[in-house]
């Protein structure tokens, strides 16, 4: 890559921060250093035009656990873990709203429900209901978080599911406000963010680091955070992280929709909320877990007609629809689900593996990562 002088000494010249990556963290990271030391130099580097993972390709819930999610995630992990990493995502969630304002990412505290078309499923979560009331009212202040709502099923015109759990305390905001404005927030503090560039390698020397970017480039920066999520193995192989693709749909609008609030269904792997008078629906990863572990953007027949099935069946049984669009993102997912914020070298941290909760806790991970940066 041939640039000018004039690219050089604006863009390209020494930082004091550098930030991999646009996304929720990235950006919330940049911000929060930024109002600490103003007259340092930021730079965020972008692989895409937008960012490259899930920041911008999300489904817009504003939640921080299911019932039954959290079960599975009780019976696989620590539970102490568990519960501090629901912590993280609520609070996340309120700093988000905190920095950025209701009004700027259309928050509706429409609520959150699990619906559930087994039994016995439904049983083994509502039993534990007052157990995960208890332990998550320190941190909502609501003693009944988690409760039955029988009748979302029906008010919200849903067919072969028999059974709800509402969690009062969840939402859903628009993902691309969010972005937006946090990318406005961002260039009012005079922090750059560099779009189409991918870095290939990050050379620690002690005093300064060395960013090997595409094109031959290199960028130097006292400091450097990691915060591609999905893609992190590209330059931490090492980490617990990998990408875990999301697919999902949008349908034109629809007359008479009853839908409103975020859904969950089969432990979280599928999620259905309303956007306005549409509905977005996504998911199905468990249908081939493996074949979803990619960097690799795209659709599959196996899925998209499963999404396509449930949409007739169980979502919108009373309405014909016709799709209007569908994507994919790439999220970062592990053995555990807290996410990673650590050193990995003196002058290196990295901020990843959201566990599919980005929205949630990547306020919250962004300023972590500084703190750690920080640190004596």
Not at 85 to 95: H, M, N
Not at 107 to 117: A, P, R, T
Not at 144 to 172: D, H, P, R
Not at 312 to 328: A, G, N, Y
Request: charged share 25%.
């Amino acid at each position: 890559m041939n640039l000018s002088y004039w690219e050089l000494k604006e863009f390209f010249n020494k930082a004091d921060l550098c930030v991999i990556g646009s996304g929720i963290v990235g950006l919330n990271a940049a911000i929060n250093y930024k109002q600490q030391f103003p007259k340092h130099r930021v730079v965020v580097l972008e692989r895409g035009i937008l960012p490259a993972g899930a920041s911008t390709k999300n489904a817009g819930f504003a939640c921080f656990g299911s019932v039954s999610e959290l079960l599975s995630d009780i019976k696989s992990s620590n539970e102490k873990m568990v519960w501090d990493t629901v912590e993280l995502r609520y609070k996340g969630l309120a700093r988000l709203r905190e920095i950025l304002g209701d009004k700027q990412i259309d928050y509706k505290n429409w609520g959150g429900f699990e619906v559930f078309d087994s039994k016995i499923g439904f049983e083994k979560c509502m039993e534990v209901i007052p157990y995960f009331n208890l332990q998550v009212k320190s941190i909502t202040k609501n003693q009944f978080t988690y409760k039955n709502n029988k009748n979302t099923i029906k008010k919200s015109g849903l067919a072969g599911v028999k059974y709800c759990i509402e969690n009062c305390e969840e939402g859903q905001i628009d993902t691309g406000k969010m972005m937006r404005n946090l990318l406005a927030l961002a260039y009012s503090k005079d922090i750059s963010v560099l779009n189409g560039l991918d870095v290939n390698k990050i050379i620690d020397r002690g005093d300064e680091c060395t960013l090997i970017l595409n094109g031959g480039v290199e960028l130097k920066s006292k400091n450097v955070i990691v915060a591609t999520n999905g893609f992190a193995r590209k330059l931490l192989r090492h980490k617990d992280v990998k990408p875990a693709r999301a697919q999902v749909l949008v349908t034109k609008e629809i007359e008479g929709l009853k839908l409103r609030g975020a859904f969950h269904y089969d432990q979280g792997f599928y999620y259905f909320r309303n956007v306005g008078k549409r509905v977005l629906f996504g998911g199905g990863r468990n249908l081939d877990l493996k074949g979803e572990e990619t960097m690799e953007f795209g659709l599959t027949d196996q899925i998209q007609n499963k999404l396509e099935e449930m949409l007739r069946t169980m979502i919108l049984p009373e309405h014909k629809f016709k799709i209007e669009h569908r994507w994919s993102g790439i999220m970062g997912v592990g053995k555990e689900k807290k996410p990673i914020v650590e050193h990995v070298s003196p002058n290196v941290v990295c901020a990843v593996r959201m566990g599919g909760m980005g929205v949630a806790i990547g306020s919250l991970v962004g300023e972590m990562a500084v703190e750690e940066l920080l640190k004596p």
